[in-house]
């Protein structure tokens, strides 16, 4: 899971700020996934990209969150006006197609850690 | 609601002993399930899967059973060693393009 690079690795935050959280997938990959992990919880799906596309953006809150994959670049993943509930681990996921890979060819990054104070 | 329950938030096992992992499910459309480690301040890392047409997949020391009819899977780990210390989690997802599902995750514990 090396090759999927999520950055920064911990981010920091003032209430109101936005955050921006940046996953670079594997080389060839084109399918990104966007998990939330809350304290003492699992990973909680948020959104699923394909390039230049948004296919599955069903467990993303509906106000401050949003989602890319553009052509070229990472994915991000934005939130704005942050709240300290938005504290948390922000893990990316991609595969080469579609879901059904996730035990051979799908990996996840190693996360980015929202601190909201 | 939560598809995808892990009951025990941790476990604790001597080394060369067995560990058992178990997680339930409620959705009857899940068909294919798998088992994540995890460390501290690291990614998710793949374990084992098992699809819906099986009931035991093995991999070296790591075995997991599925019991369709009760919708439990368990993962056995054995022996179990101290480097198996970590969290643990228990995925399924649907035919289709559709995200996995995590369980909270158990946290395994192997004492030397």
């Known amino acids: 899971n090396a090759g999927v690079m999520q950055n920064p690795r911990h981010l920091v935050r003032r209430r109101g700020q936005e955050a921006r959280l940046r996953c670079s997938p594997m080389?060839?990959?084109?399918?990104v996934y966007w998990y939330r992990q809350l304290p003492e919880e699992g990973l909680k799906f948020m959104v699923y990209l394909q390039k230049e596309n948004i296919i599955d953006e069903s467990g993303m809150p509906k106000e401050r969150f949003s989602a890319e994959f553009p052509k070229e670049g990472p994915s991000i993943l934005r939130i704005q006006q942050v709240v300290r509930g938005d504290s948390a681990a922000y893990f990316c996921a991609s595969s080469p197609l579609g879901a059904q890979l996730w035990d051979t060819e799908a990996f996840f990054g190693q996360g980015t850690r929202l601190t909201v104070v | 609601d939560q598809q995808v329950k892990q009951n025990s938030p941790s476990l604790s096992v001597q080394e060369g002993r067995i560990s058992i992992l178990n997680c339930d499910y409620t959705?009857?459309?899940?068909?294919?399930f798998l088992w994540y480690k995890k460390y501290p301040a690291e990614g998710p890392t793949f374990l084992i899967s098992i699809s819906s047409i099986k009931d035991k997949n093995e991999d070296g020391r790591f075995t997991v059973f599925l019991n369709k009819s009760a919708k439990h899977l368990s993962l056995h780990i054995v022996p179990s060693q101290p480097g198996d210390s970590a969290v643990y989690f228990c995925?399924?997802?649907?035919?289709?393009?559709?995200?996995?599902?995590f369980g909270k995750g158990t946290r395994l514990s192997v004492i030397a």
């Open positions: 959705n009857s459309m899940f068909d294919y």
């Open positions: 995925a399924a997802s649907a035919s289709g393009n559709t995200p996995l599902v």
């Open positions: 080389k060839g990959h084109s399918h």
